[in-house]
C-alpha cells in the first residue's frame, strides 16, 4: 500500500518520467479525428442532436483508427478505435430504426399537425387513436350518403380529413361538414355505450372525401382504459357540436339584422312543413266523392233566426286580422352556404301551434312570454 501511494506521489509531485519529448508533430490524420471528437462532444439533447453527437465522434474515432494503423502503428489504439467506432455506428442505427417506427402516414401526420399538436397531445397517445382505427382512410365518392336518415345505424365516429359533406333532414339543407370536423358527434353524444340508435339526417359527400372512422366498441373500450384519451375527445367532441349550433345560429336571420339565441325552438321544427289540418282534408273528400256522384252538396240545416239590433261596437275592440302573407319561394343559389342563409323570419311562421315571431322585436322579448 505504501509503495503505491509512493509512486501516485511520485506521478503528481515529480517531473514527468519521459526522458525527451517527440519534436515531431503528429500526422493530420491525428489533429483531424480530434476536431471531429471535439465537434461531437458539442452536441445538444434530443433525437436529431443523438444524430449530431454520434455522428462526429464515429467519425472521429474512424479517424483515430486511421491515425493507429499508418502513423502511430499500435494495435491498441486501432482496435481501441474500431470499437468506438462500432459502437457509434450501432447507436446511429438504433436512432434511424426509431424514427422509421415513429414515422405516420402522411394523411395521420398531418391531422396530428393540424389537431392535436395545438393542443400538445403526446405522440404516443396520438398512436393509440391511430391505432384503434387501423390506420385506415376510407373515401367518399361524390354525392355518396355516407348515412341515411333513419336507416344507418350509429356504430362508428368518423373525422372528415378532405372534402365536404352536406347535412340534410327531410331534404332539407341545415348545413355543412368541413375537413378536420367530426361527421357524427351528436350521434355519438346523443347515446350511451350500451344504447343503439339510427341517424336522424342524411350525410352526402358534396366533392370527394377521405375521413377516418373509429368503430364504436373498439372507441369505446380505448376510453374506459385510457382516460387521458377520454378527456381529449370529450373536448374535441365538446367543441364540434357548439361550432355546429353556432353555424346553424348564424345561417338563420332577419331581415333587420336579428341575430337569434340557440335555446329557441330547434331547427328540425322551424324547416318542418306545417301538418296538414284533418278537418280541411275531410271535407274536400267529401266534395270529390258528391262530384263523381252528380248530386250537388247538400247545406247543412240551421234555424235561422232575427238578429236582435245591437249598438255598433268600438272599431278599436277588435281590430281585423292581417291578411295571411304567402311565402315567397326562395331563389336558388350558386353559392356555397347560401342554401340555409335563405331561412328568412318568414319560416317560423310555419310552426303551427306558436305564436309568429314577427310579433316580436328581439329573441330575448319572445323567450319573456
Known sequence: MSANSSTVAQLLWQGPV????????EGAVYHLAN????????GGSGVYGCFYLFGFLGTGYLCCVLWGWFDACGLDIVLWSLLLTTACLLQLAHLVFRLHEDTLPEEFGLLYRTLYLPLQVPLQAYKEIVHCCEEQVLTLATEQTYAV?????INRLSLLLSGRVRVSQDGQFLHYIFPYQFMDSPEWESLQPSEEGVFQVTLT??????YISWPRKSLHLLLAKERYISRLFSALLGYDI???LYGLNDKLFAKFGLRFDIRLPSLYHVLGPAA???GLESTEEDEDIQEAAGTPPRAPATNVRPAPPCSPTPAATDPPAPP????????????????SSSL???DFEEVSGSESLMDYRSDGEYMSF
Open 18 to 25: 519521459c526522458i525527451g519529448w517527440n519534436q515531431d508533430l
Open 35 to 42: 476536431c471531429f471528437l471535439l465537434l461531437g462532444f458539442m
Open 344 to 346: 328568412v323570419l318568414e
Open 324 to 339: 295571411s302573407r304567402a311565402r315567397m319561394s326562395r331563389p336558388d343559389s350558386g353559392t356555397l352556404g347560401e342554401d
Open 242 to 244: 357548439s361550432e355546429k
Open 276 to 278: 296538414p289540418d284533418p
Open 149 to 153: 336518415e333513419g336507416e344507418t345505424p
Open 205 to 210: 359527400a358534396e366533392t370527394a372525401c377521405s
